[in-house]
């Protein structure tokens, strides 16, 4: 096995430094594995490293924070599983630590005969049994659904074009301070518990890992040094995001090696006629071939509204300035991206006017973007969340890669089988 390739200007340092756990990336998905450590491990060191300054700057603060019930996902998936479970987790936690979040429930609408059918497959798909299973629903309450004749339709949301013809509803979609989350997930990694300890070590980036016999040796450099430190660990989890793919690639035979394909969402914010009582989030029916769910309208916990996201693919663009540079180099690449295309926003007006026919186009504005970590590229049908974790010949490491949405929902779920995964001391 070799060190990270493309950090290779770092020399391979002998460790100063010992540790149980050590978790790469404070989204979302690498907090709430360092908080279910430190929970189930109170005696082990749990150390999560961020780059950046602060939790939660990359896709984890960039998303839609809708709370997803399971709907679209084949039934044997990983997402299927994480996001029923994770999201009963997720209601849970912001009950029990007041963080604030709303059950506003989904409507996804038909237009079309095709559609009906469509919804008419995904509710009967959604009545299997297997969803009630405890390890899929803890509650047993699977994912419910209901099916809203037209009528009933506009009863509920009157802002809804009279060639709606049905819609499915989800009782159990909600959205959520995806902000709040984290940090409640933060102060618990640093909670005083046990004989160990846990902490999240911010402004540090890993430059360089080697395989070890005792497990890792993960080299990071704080702030503006240019001295790495050498940490060695029992197991390395990495929860990177964008950039996992680049970290997990070296480590891996080459046939076993992933590829990423950048997805950029745009989100356009609107004020305006049209949208005056909308209570719930509303989706189209996703459009056969296209990835995403469709230009959908979600609402915010202040109430305000917004459509999107779309599709873009993105290329990494070298900075004119810096050609050649490697993402190690230049860790901000991303953030060239984050401007929200406009390019589409009259296609988008149109979709929407589809079954919101009453808003007015020149009142949506470009809001933010995110960028999706996908492993395939756009077309290419479903993608699950890739989890990389081959016991026999990398023991102790677990990649976490191309987890887009319902990440956020399937946090909770995906670190408690992080954690039961994990070789303990
Ligand atoms: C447009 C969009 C909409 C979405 N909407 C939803 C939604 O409504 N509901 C939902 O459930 N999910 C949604 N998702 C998915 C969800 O946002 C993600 O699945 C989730 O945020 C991923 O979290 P993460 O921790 O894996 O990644 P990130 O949040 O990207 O965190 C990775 C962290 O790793 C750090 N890092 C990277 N390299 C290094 C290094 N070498 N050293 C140290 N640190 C490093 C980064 O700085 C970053 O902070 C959406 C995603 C997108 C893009």
């Given at each position: ?5 493309q ?29 279910r450590?430190?929970?189930?491990r ?13 939790i ?8 839609s924070?809708v ?5 679209y ?25 007041s963080?604030?979040h709303?059950?506003?429930?989904k409507?996804?609408v ?20 297997i ?20 009528n ?7 802002d ?37 300890s ?20 993960v ?6 040094s ?38 950029k ?26 990835e ?14 917004k ?26 690449w ?7 295309s ?34 395939s ?13 081959d016991?026999d010949?990398?023991?102790g490491l ?19 089988d ?8």
């Amino acid at each position: 096995m070799q060190a990270i390739k493309q950090l290779q200007r770092y020399a391979f340092r002998a460790p100063d430094q010992r540790v149980d756990n050590l978790v790469v990336g404070a989204g979302v998905i690498g907090l709430a594995v360092g908080a279910r450590l430190r929970e189930m491990r109170p005696d082990e060191t749990t150390v999560v490293v961020e780059r950046h300054g602060k939790i939660g700057q990359e896709t984890s603060s960039r998303n839609s924070e809708v709370i997803h019930a399971g709907i679209y996902y084949p039934l044997d998936s990983l997402k299927m599983r994480y996001c029923v479970r994770g999201r009963e987790l997720m209601y849970e936690r912001c009950e029990r630590l007041s963080i604030p979040h709303r059950k506003t429930q989904k409507m996804i609408v038909a237009t079309t005969k095709s559609q009906i059918m469509y919804l008419d497959r995904l509710h009967s798909d959604l009545q299997e049994p297997i969803l009630n299973d405890p390890s899929y629903s803890p509650s047993g309450e699977g994912v419910p659904t209901y099916f809203i004749l037209p009528n009933e339709c506009k009863d509920m949301e009157p802002d809804l074009g009279s060639n709606v013809l049905c819609a499915m509803l989800s009782t159990e979609s909600g959205i959520v301070d995806s902000h709040a989350v984290m940090d409640s997930l933060q102060a618990e990694i640093q909670e005083e518990r046990g004989e160990g300890s846990g902490s999240v070590a911010l402004g540090t980036k890993v430059v360089r890992i080697d395989p070890d016999k005792e497990g890792w040796v993960v080299q990071t450099i704080t702030g503006a040094s240019s001295q790495p430190d050498a940490i060695l660990t029992r197991n390395l989890v990495l929860s990177a995001g964008l950039s996992c793919v680049n970290l997990l690639n070296p480590l891996l035979p080459r046939h076993e090696q992933l590829t990423a394909h950048y997805t950029k969402g745009s989100y356009l914010s609107y004020k305006g006629p049209g949208v005056g009582s909308v209570s719930r989030l509303l989706y189209p029916c996703p459009e056969p071939g296209l990835e995403g769910l469709g230009t959908h309208l979600t609402l915010d916990l202040a109430g305000n509204v917004k459509f999107g996201p779309d599709v873009e693919p993105i290329a990494r663009i070298d900075p004119v300035d810096k050609p050649g540079m490697d993402e190690d180099q230049d860790q901000d690449w991303w953030e060239r991206h984050l401007r929200p295309s406009e390019g589409r926003k009259d296609e988008m007006a149109r979709a929407i006017q589809d079954y919101l026919p009453g808003i007015n186009p020149d009142n949506l504005q470009p809001d933010y973007a995110g960028i999706r970590p996908n492993l395939s590229p756009p077309g290419s049908g479903f993608t699950d969340f890739h989890i990389n974790f081959d016991p026999d010949s990398r023991p102790g490491l677990m990649a976490l890669c191309g987890f887009n949405s319902p990440g956020l929902t399937s946090s909770l779920a995906v670190a408690q089988d992080v954690e039961a995964s994990l070789p303990r001391n």
